[in-house]
């Protein structure tokens, strides 16, 4: 345990207050008689005796003394070893000592990706559905202009400008759904890790070797945490251990999926489900 500055004063205070107090004492027993002097001071918990017998001459002594110790005993939870200790001892939150951080909810996060995405999608279909009418439109308006038509040639560069506002739109709803898909992909890859190796009620352990470009693994990941099946993930590419245990176990190919003793190359969720059994 660390101390502080504060902790030593106070423990040096008290000492002394205790020491003070301790001598008080011996002097009260050795004024009542010279024979209550050495018990107090030679014979073990001859203090208390005296105390018991002699309170009235007894009190001022042992009052100072046990004040000393008590400021001792507080000084010692003036260090910060000492409050963690008795607060997990405990399980009761003291001043100054920091609590844990609350869970975050995954599963509020996750929804929350997951309707924002859909609503991008939604955008994406009805943009690009109006796009190739648009555009044929304006191909056809384009070849009727007359050289001449002031007016039509600036009514038709206002439609040429909204049309590449909506297509930028539509590249820029693209790239968001990219985005929203990777983020949500996180979301559901740190739901499965949050209860990794085993699944609840003494279920089988699964282990699934992966690497980080492939379309089968982030498949079976998103089914496992979609079905709460908790996993544990490893890399070959990243992981010389693991591409060692994969090279053992025969792998071929990402994923292999091992369930107990069982084992399971690419992806099936019929497959998968059946070995869980």
């Known amino acids: 345990m660390t101390a502080n500055l504060t902790t030593l004063i106070l423990l040096g205070l008290g000492a002394l207050v205790a020491f003070a107090g301790a001598l008080i004492l011996l ?34 002594g042992f009052l100072t003394n046990l004040a000393g110790v ?40 996750i929804q929350q ?10 955008s994406f279909v009805n943009y690009g559905r109006d796009l190739p009418g648009q555009y044929q439109e304006l191909e056809k308006r384009r070849k009727a202009l007359k050289a001449g038509d002031e007016a039509a ?45 085993t699944s609840p009620g003494g279920g089988k352990q699964v282990i699934m070797y992966t690497t980080s470009r492939c379309p089968a693994c982030k498949v079976a990941k998103q089914y496992m945490a979609q079905k709460g099946i908790p996993y544990q993930e490893i890399d070959v590419e990243t992981s010389r251990e693991g591409m060692e245990a994969f090279q ?25 489900e059946r070995m869980l059994l």
């Not at 000592?97 to 909810?105: L, M, Q």
């Open 153 to 197: 040639i600036t009514q038709f560069n206002q439609e040429v400008a909204a049309y590449q506002a909506r297509n930028v739109r539509h590249r820029q709803i693209q790239q968001e759904i990219e985005g929203t898909q990777r983020a949500l992909d996180a979301l559901l890859d740190a739901r499965s890790r949050a209860a990794v190796t």
């Open 70 to 109: 008590l400021v001792c005993v507080g000084a010692l939870f003036t260090m910060p070893d000492a409050l963690a200790m008795l607060r997990q001892k405990s399980g009761l939150p003291f001043a100054g000592a920091a609590t844990p951080a609350p869970k975050v909810d995954l599963s509020a996060q």
């Open 27 to 60: 002097v009260a027993a050795f004024r009542q008689s010279v024979v209550w002097g050495l018990v107090t001071l030679l014979v073990p918990f001859g203090n208390l005796v005296f105390i018991c017998v002699h309170w009235t001459k007894a009190k001022t």
């Open 113 to 122: 990706q997951r309707t924002q995405l859909e609503g991008l999608q939604e």
């Open 248 to 272: 053992k176990l025969g792998g071929r190919g990402v994923p292999l999926i091992m369930v107990g003793n069982k084992r399971m190359e690419g992806f099936n969720s019929q497959e998968l």
